[in-house]
């Protein structure tokens, strides 16, 4: 009996933080411009809108292009920072690894804040660059706790064996060591392209005038009044959010299989 109670409350709890998710995907294809139930049609009308929209569709490039080039430079600096944390003694090694990851610790409205005043200190304007360098910042920690996982299961002795036959260190990493971290490195790029595309707590307080993400293009249509095309907007985000991850995931997997087989 306890056991179904417990049940049940998840199911309860659940249903609270995913029924509205479900409500704005159902609207999204509702042929009426007043969002309202019983629904007078199946539409596609307001994805159509969307594609029409410039405004749109230049928030979907600029989220895409901060995504795509956060990824790449996350991805990057915390394969190398891995490496150089898992397979190498460096003095400080327990203190660089939890300032690394500090910015998972930190809430992200103050992490947003004291980058911006601090580079105001420095005279240092808002511009993309900046509003790249805060998402690298937000994002690198998780690249580095799932590519660390994934190399701490790679066996020294492998590598070993590629060095004492003539292998140079980087023929033993682009040919050993990269090939069995790819399911990690997908993974871990997936990870940051997704909370960059996603994010908008920090992209508020960094970008600069005129440049606006489609997290942040929500929140200033939300501000005039709620439009069907917000509902197919969100829509679109909850796939890219949601599919992202989970391909992602199928993919490290389906590696990993390869891998060991």
Do not use: C
């Amino acid at each position: 009996m306890g056991w179904q109670l417990i049940r049940l409350y998840a199911i309860l709890v659940y249903g609270f933080m995913f029924l509205p998710v479900a409500v704005v995907v159902l609207l999204s294809f509702n042929d009426s411009q007043f969002g309202a139930f019983p629904m007078t049609g199946f539409s596609l009308r307001w994805f159509e809108a969307l594609w029409n929209n410039d405004a749109i569709m230049r928030a979907f490039r600029t989220s895409i292009m901060l995504g795509l080039l956060t990824a790449v430079i996350s991805t990057t600096l915390g394969v190398l920072a891995s490496l150089a944390l898992v397979r190498y003694s460096i003095p400080g090694r327990n203190l660089i690894t939890t300032m690394l990851i500090a910015p998972i610790l930190v809430p992200e409205v103050v992490l947003a804040v004291a980058l911006l005043l601090f580079l105001n200190f420095l005279g240092i304007g808002k511009s993309f660059t900046l509003l790249l360098f805060g998402h690298v910042i937000f994002t690198l920690p998780f690249v580095i706790l799932v590519v660390q996982a994934r190399l701490v299961g790679i066996r020294r002795d492998v590598e070993e064996a590629a060095l004492s036959l003539g292998a140079s260190p980087r023929q033993t990493f682009f040919s050993i060591t990269l090939p069995l971290l790819m399911p990690a490195v997908a993974a871990g790029a997936l990870f940051a392209f997704t909370i960059s595309f996603d994010d908008i707590t920090g992209t508020l307080f960094w970008k600069p005038g005129g440049v606006e993400t489609v997290p942040t293009q929500i929140f200033a249509m939300l501000r005039h009044s709620i439009s069907p095309e917000i509902n197919a907007l969100g829509t679109v985000m909850i796939v890219l959010t949601v599919g992202l991850p989970l391909l992602g995931a199928a993919l490290a997997r389906r590696m990993a299989m390869k891998r060991g087989g």
